[in-house]
C-alpha cells in the first residue's frame, strides 16, 4: 500500500513570492493534516480536513496561508507571499478518521521549505 | 490543550531496555496517549496507543498508572536504528465527535549508543 505523498520534497524560494505545497494521502483515508515542524521541535498542526472539511483551521495563519482539499482527496497548502521565518518542513499526514485506529495518523515525507 | 513534558534526551546502549516517561497532568477523561518515533528528514510513524494500563505491540509497550496523569513508553533491547525523537501525544479520538488539537511537544531525543 503506498503511504502518503508529497511533493516537492524540497523548495527554494525568495520571500515575497508565492509557494505551494501538494499532498495525497492513503486511499480510503477521511482524515488529512498539515503540519509544520522547525527544527529541533515537534510538529505544529495547520489544518485538519474531514473530507472536503476544514474542521480545525485555528493555527493556520489565515493572512498568508491557505488550504484546499477538492474533492476530498488530495490537498494543497499555499503561502502567499511567503516570509523568512516560513522557511521550516511542512508535513501532511492521514487517518482513517473512522473505527478503532480512527486516529493514528500515518507522515509524509515532508516538504523543506528555504525562503531566502 | 493536553500539555505534556519529556525529556529533552536519553542517552542509552545496545541492547538495554529503554523508558521514556511523559508527564500530561491535565488529561481529560477521554484523552488517549500516543507515541510517535521521528527519524531525521522523515515523517513521524506511529509506535502505539492506549488508554490505561498496559498496551503491548510488536515494537513497544505502553505503561500507563491509574490516575493517568504520566505514561512510559518502552523499548526492549534497543539497537543503533532506534536512535530517533520520540513524541508524547494526548488527545481525543478523532472518531469520539470534536477531537481536542493532538499537541506533539518537542520530544526525547534518544540516541542509542555501541
Known amino acids: 500500500e503506498a503511504g502518503v505523498v508529497q511533493s516537492p520534497r524540497y523548495k527554494i524560494i525568495e520571500k515575497k513570492q508565492p509557494v505551494a505545497f501538494w499532498c495525497n494521502p492513503i486511499s480510503g483515508h477521511n482524515t488529512l493534516y498539515w503540519y509544520l515542524q522547525n527544527l529541533g521541535q515537534g510538529p505544529e498542526l495547520l489544518i485538519r480536513?474531514?473530507?472536503?472539511?476544514?474542521?480545525?483551521d485555528s493555527q493556520l495563519p489565515k493572512d498568508r496561508f491557505s488550504a484546499e482539499r477538492l474533492k476530498g482527496v488530495d490537498s494543497t497548502l499555499k503561502i502567499q507571499p511567503a516570509e523568512l521565518g516560513d522557511s521550516a518542513v511542512y508535513l501532511c499526514?492521514?487517518?482513517?478518521?473512522?473505527?478503532?485506529?480512527?486516529?493514528?495518523?500515518?507522515f509524509g515525507p515532508g516538504t523543506r521549505l528555504t525562503v531566502l | 490543550l493536553a500539555k505534556t513534558t519529556q525529556p529533552i534526551s536519553m542517552d542509552s546502549y545496545e541492547g538495554q531496555e529503554v523508558n521514556i516517561t511523559c508527564s500530561h497532568n491535565n488529561i481529560a477523561t477521554n484523552d488517549y496517549i500516543t507515541w510517535y518515533q521521528q527519524f531525521p528528514s522523515q515523517g513521524p510513524r506511529f509506535i502505539i496507543q492506549?488508554?490505561?494500563t498496559k498496551v503491548t505491540n510488536e515494537v513497544a509497550s505502553l505503561f500507563i498508572p491509574a490516575d493517568r496523569k504520566s505514561s512510559t513508553l518502552s523499548l526492549p533491547r534497543v539497537s543503533l536504528s532506534d536512535t530517533a525523537v520520540y513524541y508524547c501525544?494526548?488527545?481525543?479520538?478523532?472518531?469520539?465527535?470534536?477531537?481536542?488539537?493532538?499537541?506533539f511537544g518537542s520530544g526525547t531525543q534518544l540516541t542509542v549508543l555501541p
Open positions: 499526514a492521514s487517518s482513517t478518521g473512522t473505527g478503532r485506529n480512527a486516529d493514528t495518523q500515518y
Open positions: 492506549g488508554y490505561k
Open positions: 480536513y474531514e473530507n472536503e472539511e476544514a474542521v480545525d
Open positions: 501525544l494526548v488527545g481525543r479520538s478523532v472518531s469520539s465527535g470534536s477531537a481536542r488539537q493532538l499537541t
